[in-house]
């Protein structure tokens, strides 16, 4: 069973942060930081089956922050790709403007969600902004360089397989304006575990091939980071490249070979994970009172 709490704030902006044992590197103080400027975002926080302490220290934070953070808890671990994709379809039940996911280890700022939104309010266009890692002149971006190189390495072939010249798709910081084109995006679960980035990259491109209008590299908008450091603990291993190069080669297949169709039904469906209290709300009375 799947647990969302039973209050979800609003707000014209949502990021949606997936956590997975996260215990020793949530940075809390940094969360209520960027809480206390930003009045007009909200926090979807996602535990995707931890069995650590990161659900008792989200708690924490919602329980700091009741108007302005949400939890989701899902019962069992099913990777990033999805604790994602059922943060964004729940986020988008209260109608955001925009609706983003952010790495919970804040490699990058939570700060950087301002600068995104502010490119999407200037650029009506524009569908998406990611984060981009560029180690420019006078900005703090301190990546291992065995981490560096393989990227620049993987975001060459991802480049290839998209049709699209990316410069790293694999940021944990994205933002998105809410459309029901982005919408279509999380209706179906993603195949690939290891980059479903690159996956929702590839839907947005064959959504935008289409639907005939604007071509995707003029709906995307790459945004160099000010800061991103590298924080100890990551999960990703050097071998994992191997299995990322399978899911690009699955990912070409699917999408680039126009096997891909993405549904024209893009309401939000019934299944959605909801709230505590609305799931209570449905139920019989005597059923009410048992829970």
Known sequence: MTQAMDRQPGGKTTIVVPCYNEAARLDLPAFTAFLDQSDDVSLLLVDDGSSDDTPQLLETLRAQHPARVSMYRAARNAGKAEAVRHGVRLALRRRPAFVGYWDADLATPLEAVRDFRAVLRARPELTLVI????????????????????????????????????????????????????IGLFDAPFRSRWIFDVELLARLVAAARAGGGRPAHELIYECPLDRWQDVAGSRLAPH????????????YWRYARGRFRRGAEVELPSSLPQPLAAANAAKPPAQRDAA
């Open 131 to 182: 984060g981009s890692r560029v180690a420019l002149l006078g900005r703090q971006i301190r990546r291992r360089w065995t981490r560096h190189l393989l990227g620049r390495a993987f975001a060459t072939a991802a480049s290839l397989v998209l049709g699209l010249s990316v410069y790293d798709t694999q940021c944990g910081a994205k933002l998105f304006r809410v459309t029901p084109a982005t």
């Open 240 to 251: 994992d490249f191997l299995f990322a190069a399978a899911d690009l080669a699955a990912i």
